[in-house]
């Protein structure tokens, strides 16, 4: 499936800055292995969490997610790969090195892939608090 830029819907910038944002947030956290994520989320567990005040103004439903996610893999591979991230980048007119893509994808990919699922990408835009009567922080 390949889309040109002008198949991008009207918040695609918006959402672009808001991934963008996210992934600031989470390079300048090391990526942690599979047993420190566990540890983690065990002691996450423990506190209260408490309840994100960030809302996104851009607010998509679980389709619109999958329609982006899918924009994203222009090769249909079903994942986002390090060269998806390479032509977003090019297409919005981000400034990212390639090391720093590779990391993006590091960060995010549950399963150690090399590329981003559609699990990995829906947790991303939950996160950033952008799916549509999502209560995940």
């Known amino acids: 499936m390949s889309l040109s830029g002008l198949d991008y819907v009207e918040d695609d910038d918006?959402?672009?800055?808001?991934?963008?944002?996210?992934?600031q947030d989470?390079?300048?956290?090391s990526?942690?292995?599979?047993?420190?994520?566990?540890?983690?989320?065990e002691d996450t567990g423990r506190q209260k969490r408490k309840k994100s005040q960030f809302t996104s103004r851009v607010q998509m439903t679980?389709?619109?997610?999958?329609?982006?996610?899918?924009?994203?893999?222009?090769?249909g591979k079903?994942?986002?790969?390090?060269?998806?991230?390479?032509?977003i980048a090019l297409a919005h007119d981000f400034m990212w090195t390639d090391e720093e893509l590779a990391d993006m994808i590091r960060c995010f990919d549950g399963d150690g892939d090399g590329m981003l699922n559609l699990d990995d990408f829906?947790?991303?835009?939950s996160r950033?608090?952008?799916l549509r009567g999502s209560d995940t922080s």
Request: net charge neutral.
């Open 14 to 23: 918006e959402l672009m800055k808001a991934i963008a944002l996210s992934l």
């Open 26 to 29: 989470s390079a300048g956290a």
């Open 31 to 41: 990526c942690l292995t599979h047993n420190e994520r566990k540890k983690n989320a």
């Open 62 to 75: 679980e389709d619109e997610l999958v329609i982006h996610f899918y924009q994203f893999d222009e090769s």
């Open 78 to 87: 079903g994942g986002i790969t390090v060269r998806d991230l390479q032509k």
């Open 122 to 125: 829906r947790k991303i835009i």
């Open 128 to 130: 950033c608090n952008m």
